[in-house]
């Protein structure tokens, strides 16, 4: 795992944030996946800020900007309203918000699982890969030369 | 290790060395192979660490998170103590690199194809660029020779390919392969199985690929052909000296004009002096202009073996547009190797176009379920909040990406400098690249960004994009030291010693002439090979 950055968010910032993960994953009974603001999958986040912390301090502090003061604070629609507006800028800091939230609910054993995948490492048991059909070259087999001869090479 | 005092100085100085190697990638462990034989004392300082397999993200469950972290392919986003910084800001296309034993290969795609003949006759063939002053067919044996040491996948028989013979089967084609395979057959259109350094069966005591995923961020099975793995074990074997967290400052000249030796950091920080009777660069198309830069003196004003002023200018890197789509089928996702075909179908020049020379498709497996998200995401097609679920299953295993391997040509303005500000952690001025496309390679990315629709379009792939403005940074760093047999035109000669220093060689990717349409490596550990054996040949006259 990458560094432990935990300290580098207030209390303040780390309710903003998981309720913030709530609206852009959230949970689904349908899909039978917990949010990003479950709370293994945002202690993990958390813990994993690693590069990302600046960038990801940097749209929290967008967040209450939007939100004129706690963002934890208020009521859904409102929460709803300042999040996707937050959500639908473009730019690096947005990017590493999505990147520090995703890169951890996508590893989550339970979201694994409910994706039909195997919540491990690849390494060692690796991946079976299908041979295919190797029938189909037989199209190209036998073409003429399509890379130019120079300097006598097979002449 | 002597610490004796070097003269003048108050560093400590080591015991002399016949050939002293900076750098142990890709062509820093060839040289140092093939010069073993002579029985020299040999030395190479690598500024980086050994990587070892359990130290690779493939070991664990942040695997995805990693390739953002300690292993990005970005030195800058990387930022290990080990990594210098790089001014890229004023380039479209950032800057890729690794820095430790093997180099650029512990992050490399493990793609392998050598350049064409074509490649070398640039300017007699389309009138661009020059040629190079070696041809394809003199580097041939070592081309054979680098794949035998080093263990390449393929299949022989390839039309649009020169004559060889892969050590290694092909890797399967799996369903993702399958599917390009079947597009590329409705459109009439050359594909075929790529070279790629991977071990399909075990060799050399290396185990067999079992598909751990993309083999970017290093692979924890030792199947993907990293130098540290290869040419570094046989090295070392036969007597070469390894010594990491070595990061060089300058090379010195005595008052012949020679080189003298090498001012380094050791593992400690303590700066010592490095006396060699012959240096050889292997520190990459940015490290190597760089350090031949830092090594400015009173008699070497503009950079050492800089006479010509084209130290650092001529920089290639790859423009690489990467075009994606989805399918209605399920495919092999992330689970193999990332790209194991190619199509060579534009890759010779065709005067019916409206630019020169050509490129490479390379047909791309989709991503892991992390990558897919957070690429996805970024590029707005994975929406946030209650539609999230539903679409990104539309996505996972569905992805199929295609990369134009674009050959960019030389050009003076295109260049790395030392920045006047940026320094590494040694207070060593950093390398600032300044990097603009030319009007024939964006007529060749659109070219190339519109056959790679055509043929996903072919595979019943939707929702395509294209990069354009964000492109792909292979970290294919080439032609800054290039060679040639006029001074006035060029750094180094016809086999890499540099016109102005006679003891001192070039053998990374600096020295390239032109880029090609192919992933360099190859090529690279070809040519350092080769000018190892004109080392061996010349020795009683090498520095006449």
């Known amino acids: 795992m990458t560094d432990d950055p935990a300290s580098d968010l207030t209390p303040i910032e780390r309710r903003d944030l998981r309720r913030l993960a709530a609206f852009m994953v959230p949970a689904s009974a349908d899909y039978g996946v917990p949010g990003a603001d479950d709370a293994m999958i945002f202690g993990d986040i958390v813990r994993s800020l690693g590069r990302d912390a600046g960038d990801v301090r940097a749209t929290l502090a967008l967040l209450r900007e939007a939100a004129g003061g706690d963002f934890a604070d208020l009521d859904e629609a409102q929460a709803e309203t300042a999040a996707m507006a937050l959500l639908g800028r473009e730019g690096p800091a947005i990017e590493a918000l999505g990147r520090a939230v995703l890169q951890c609910y996508y590893r989550d054993d339970r979201v694994m699982r409910a994706l039909g995948l195997e919540p491990r490492s690849p390494f060692p048991k690796g991946h079976a890969l299908d041979p295919g059909d190797w029938s189909l070259l037989d199209a190209v087999r036998g073409r003429p030369r399509m890379w130019r001869d120079v300097d006598g090479g097979t002449a | ?544």
């Open chain 2, 1 to 544: 290790m002597a610490v004796d005092a070097h003269p003048g100085t108050a560093r400590p100085s080591d015991a002399i060395v016949d050939v002293l190697i900076i750098g142990a990638g890709a062509s820093g462990a060839a040289v140092a192979w093939s010069l073993a034989d002579t029985r020299m004392k040999i030395l190479c300082l690598e500024q980086g660490d050994w990587i070892r397999p359990t130290d690779f993200p493939s070991n664990g469950r942040d695997w995805e998170a990693r390739r953002y972290a300690d292993f990005d392919i970005s030195p800058n986003r990387r930022a290990r103590d080990t990594d210098y910084p790089v001014n890229d800001d004023n380039s479209l296309m950032k800057i890729a690199n690794f820095n430790g034993v093997g180099g650029g290969t512990v992050l490399y795609t493990a793609h392998y194809p050598r350049m064409h003949p074509s490649d070398f006759r640039v300017r007699s063939l389309d009138g661009v660029a020059d040629d190079w002053p070696i041809d394809y067919w003199t580097l041939e044996p070592y081309f054979a020779e680098n794949d035998r040491m080093t263990g390449v996948a393929g299949l022989a028989g390839d039309p649009a390919y020169p004559p060889h013979q892969p050590t290694l089967p092909a890797v399967p084609l799996g369903r993702t392969g399958t599917l390009y395979a079947r597009a590329a057959n409705k459109l009439g259109w050359h594909w075929w199985p790529s070279d790629i350094a991977v071990a399909t069966s075990e060799v050399d005591g290396r185990a067999k690929c079992i598909n751990l995923g993309h083999c970017t961020p290093g692979c924890a099975q030792g199947a993907k052909a990293s130098v540290d793995i290869t040419y570094w074990p046989a090295a070392l074997r036969a007597g070469v000296e390894l010594r990491t967290r070595c990061r060089v400052r300058e090379i010195t000249t005595d008052d012949r004009g020679m080189a003298s030796g090498v001012v380094y950091y050791d593992a400690n920080g303590v700066e010592r002096f490095q006396p060699a009777e012959m240096v050889i660069l292997a520190a990459n198309g940015i490290g190597t202009p760089r350090l031949l830069l830092n090594s400015a003196s009173t008699r070497f004003p503009n950079g050492l073996a800089n006479s010509s002023g084209l130290v650092g200018r001529n920089l290639m890197l790859h423009p690489w547009p990467i075009v994606s789509g989805y399918v209605a089928d399920e495919l092999d996702g992330g689970r193999a190797p990332i790209t194991s075909l190619w199509s060579k179908q534009f890759y010779e020049t065709d005067a019916s176009r409206d630019f020169v020379r050509g490129y490479t498709l390379q047909f791309g497996r989709g991503t892991g379920p992390a990558t897919e998200a957070i690429t996805s995401a970024a590029s707005g097609r994975l929406p946030w909040g209650r539609d999230h679920h539903r679409v990104y299953r539309g996505l996972l295993n569905h992805r199929v990406a295609i990369g134009v391997a674009c050959e960019d040509l030389p050009e003076a303005h295109n260049r790395v400098t030392l920045d006047p500000v940026l320094k590494d952690s040694h207070g060593i001025p950093a390398p600032r690249i300044d990097y603009t496309l030319s009007d024939n390679t964006r007529r060749m990315m659109e070219h190339g960004i519109a056959s790679a629709e055509e043929i996903l379009t072919a595979a019943g792939a939707k929702n395509l994009s294209a990069s354009r403005t964000v492109l792909n940074s292979p970290g294919h760093l080439l032609g800054t030291a290039r060679m040639g047999t006029d001074p006035a035109r060029s750094v180094v000669n016809e086999w890499g010693r540099c016109h102005d220093v006679k003891n001192l060689f070039i053998v990374d990717g600096s020295i390239w002439v032109t880029s090609g349409g192919v992933n360099p490596t190859s090529t690279i550990q070809a040519l350092a090979l080769y000018i190892a054996d004109r080392i061996k040949q010349r020795l009683a006259t090498l520095f006449d």
